[in-house]
């Protein structure tokens, strides 16, 4: 820990707040505070701003390999430090260390596929219908960025933006959570050890984080903000960027159908459910929210379940053979247990779990909910916690009528056996990405995103390094 940078980082060096202000950074399965950062205030931000706007021409006009070399650097480096990363990360965020690594080997996934990315940046050129005109298309970096992300993957929310943001040559600021600041310092040691410019990366760690953006989102400098974080944020945000007209890339909300036909392998689907569910704890957008399995396996699907999930272990994600961590602080905690008690008035039957355990620490226990009322409030919120709440189905249009009913859209998962419903049933879910058989859609490969409240834009695949890209288009008559 005492190695860790702890200030913020703006054109290539490390610095305290101009007025000298620090916030706690929290251990959430003690509740201890584990050391002060930098708070950043409007001033800093104006700096790490400056800093991104000088930076930003010189950057725009290196070599494309050059910047896939740093991100190759920055990749191997990252994996070179695989454990000391994921402690870092697991004393912040809390998730068991097992899947800290896994985050850390998801995070510099990103950094590789966008190294090979930045220099596949294609153009073109075209005789336009008169048959006088030529088009020549070329791409530019959309200029300086704004990144604000989440505390739930700490590592791998920072680098599905920062790298296609390197590659395209863009320069940005990154605003990380409040209460998982130290990956994303660490990060930024890492970058500059890789080579990347001064200038080129600012992190700015604030717990004000309205007063430190709103200023850069309105004053027309930077030209692109990227927001992984809850859709009631991203309107906000959106709203703040219309003055400036700031592109905007939003990774928002879910409310994860998780659908059982009665022809689905159960196992597959309970393993799948696993995954779905207790990845992070449940803390992930891509979390399944709402169960519903089909009325004739429900009773067994829910047995199941509740037997493997009552088999996980809880505790601090430092330990060994721990799989649940906490949750990431009293509030995320208060929320799982309000929506719990709100369904069990309701009528639901808790098969495992329902109740916080005494002692320090944000835990709560991994809990199967069935028979659950589908007016029950976590229904309609994201539950973000180790919560599985089953509704049972008849017929295939209902569900589909019943998993498409939310403002939400980011992801679905459908288990069946039949080829023909998993393609039907996956192409009418309103939804950016279907799991068929699997809890799992996350990979750097594919491109990320939602629909409808759930986002704009896509993150990784071949498509995220568009999203920092503008086309010019240069006309040329020839005589
Ligand atoms: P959040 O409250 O929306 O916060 C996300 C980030 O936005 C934090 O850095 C937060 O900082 C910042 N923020 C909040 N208000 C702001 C403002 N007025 N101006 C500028 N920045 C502001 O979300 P969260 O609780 O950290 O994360 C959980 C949410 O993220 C869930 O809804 C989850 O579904 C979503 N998520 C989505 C994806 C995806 O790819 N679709 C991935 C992961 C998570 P402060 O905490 O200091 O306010």
Not at 141 to 157: E, S
Not at 295 to 303: D, L, S, Y
Not at 307 to 312: K, T
Not at 407 to 418: A, K, Q, R, S
Request: glycine content about 12%.
């Amino acid at each position: 820990m005492d190695d860790v940078p702890k200030q913020l980082f703006i054109a290539g060096a490390w610095a305290d707040a101009a007025d000298g202000v620090t916030m706690p950074v929290d251990d959430p399965a003690t509740g201890e505070i584990l050391c002060q950062v930098a708070d950043a205030g409007p001033k800093d931000a104006r700096l790490a701003e400056d800093a991104a706007v000088q930076a930003q021409r010189e950057w725009a006009r290196t070599a494309p390999r050059a910047r896939s070399e740093i991100l190759r650097r920055a990749y191997e480096i990252i994996l070179s430090r695989t454990d000391e990363l994921a402690a870092l990360m697991t004393s912040e965020m809390g998730k068991p260390l097992a899947e800290a690594r896994g985050e850390v080997a998801y995070a510099a996934e990103f950094f590789r596929w966008f190294s090979e990315e930045a220099v596949r940046i294609d153009g073109g050129y075209g005789v336009l219908p008169d048959g006088r005109n030529r088009m020549v298309l070329g791409r530019r970096p959309v200029g300086p960025c704004l990144l604000i992300t989440p505390w739930n993957f700490p590592l791998a929310m920072g680098t599905r933006k920062i790298g296609p943001a390197i590659a395209a040559g863009c320069t940005m600021v990154l605003k990380p959570a409040p209460q998982t600041p130290l990956s994303s310092l660490a990060l930024a040691g890492i970058l500059k050890e890789a080579g990347l410019p001064d200038g080129v990366l600012n992190v700015v760690t604030t717990s004000r984080a309205g007063e430190v953006c709103e200023p850069l989102l309105r004053g027309g400098r930077i030209r692109k903000l990227s927001f992984t974080g809850s859709t009631q944020v991203g309107r906000l945000l959106l709203a703040q960027c219309a003055d400036a007209v700031v592109r905007t890339s939003m990774e928002l909300g879910g409310n994860a159908p998780f659908i059982v036909f009665d022809d689905a392998d159960l196992d597959v689907a309970v393993d799948g459910a696993m995954v779905a569910k207790m990845r992070n704890m449940g803390e992930a957008c891509t979390a399944a929210n709402r169960f519903f399995v089909h009325r004739t396996v429900a009773e067994e699907f829910a047995r199941r379940l509740a037997d493997r999930m009552g088999a996980l272990v809880v505790g601090p994600g430092t330990q060994d053979g721990v799989d649940v961590g906490p949750l990431i602080d009293g509030a995320g905690r208060a929320k799982v247990e309000e929506l719990v008690a709100d369904a069990v008035e309701r009528g639901a039957r808790v098969l495992v779990g329902g109740s916080t355990p005494e002692g320090p620490g944000c835990f709560y226990p991994p809990t199967v909910l069935t028979d659950v009322d589908p007016g029950s409030r976590l229904m309609a919120t994201e539950i973000f916690g180790p919560v599985a709440a089953i509704l049972t189905f008849e017929d295939e249009d209902e569900v589909v009528r019943r998993a498409n009913d939310t403002p939400w859209g980011l992801v679905g998962y459908v288990f069946t056996e039949g080829m023909d419903r998993a393609f039907r049933v996956g192409e009418r879910l309103e939804v950016g990405m279907v799991g068929l058989n699997t809890g799992l859609v996350s990979n750097p490969a594919a491109p990320f995103g939602g629909v409808k409240q759930s986002g704009l834009g896509r993150e990784g695949g071949r498509v995220g390094i568009e999203e920092f890209l503008e086309f010019q288009y240069l006309a040329v008559p020839v005589r």
